[in-house]
């Protein structure tokens, strides 16, 4: 063993801690997006910004658009966006993503569980375009209800410990922290 690894082994067990708080912290992540070629040039993938979206969560549409392999950037000037639900549309201006070339967001709370439409239209390039993009078990998700996720239930009057997770990742992070911190003040 290395004579310098006792002097490692404070940092290497806080970046540990570090990295376990925040897989800990970290949502599970399953994406259902749907992808399409749009006028045989782009491709445009569409989702929700937050998935699985839950009724009455702040959450937003998000949309991916390349060119091959390049994002396309600028369209918040040429494309508008509207959320369909029923009879009832929202229009949803476009925001680029920073640091991720070619991602646009909106966001908006979906009140009701069931199948969201999202309609893009406007142009990329010189290419009009007008597409909808429904619900299905392979692209855009289906919106779940609150009461498929709430428990316990607030009817019992028992408040829910599903921060727990999060807090103790929170804490371990801040323990790594403040080890890096006291490690380096010490030397």
């Given at each position: 063993m290395p004579a310098s690894?006792?002097?490692?082994?404070?940092?290497?067990?806080?970046?540990?801690?570090?990295?376990?708080g925040?897989?800990?912290?970290?949502?599970?992540?399953?994406?259902?997006?749907?992808?399409?070629?749009v006028a045989d040039?782009?491709?445009?993938?569409?989702?929700?910004?937050?998935?699985?979206?839950i009724q009455s969560d702040t959450n937003g549409l998000w949309v991916?658009?390349?060119?091959?392999?390049?994002?396309?950037?600028?369209?918040?000037?040429t494309l508008s966006a509207q959320a369909i639900f029923g009879g009832q549309?929202?229009?949803?201006?476009?925001?680029?993503?920073?640091?991720?070339?070619?991602?646009?967001t909106s966001v908006f709370i979906p009140?009701?569980?069931g199948e969201y439409s999202f309609?893009?239209?406007?142009?990329?390039?010189?290419?009009l375009i007008e597409e909808t993009f429904n619900a299905s078990p392979e692209g855009v998700p289906l919106v779940?209800?609150?009461?498929?996720?709430?428990?316990?239930?607030?009817?019992?009057?028992?408040?829910s410990n599903a921060a727990y997770p999060a807090a103790i990742g929170g804490a371990l992070l801040l323990a790594g922290v403040i080890g890096l911190v006291a490690r380096r003040n010490r030397h």
């Open positions: 690894f006792p002097r490692l082994r404070p940092l290497l067990i806080a970046i540990a801690i570090v990295i376990f925040a897989m800990i912290t970290a949502p599970g992540s399953t994406v259902a997006r749907e992808t399409r070629a040039t782009w491709t445009v993938e569409i989702g929700f910004v937050e998935e699985p979206p991916k658009v390349t060119q091959g392999d390049q994002p396309v950037e600028g369209l918040e000037a549309a929202r229009e949803l201006p476009l925001t680029p993503v920073a640091g991720q070339p070619g991602v646009y009140t009701q569980p309609l893009l239209k406007g142009t990329i390039g010189d290419q779940a209800s609150r009461l498929d996720y709430e428990f316990p239930t607030a009817a019992n009057g028992i408040v």
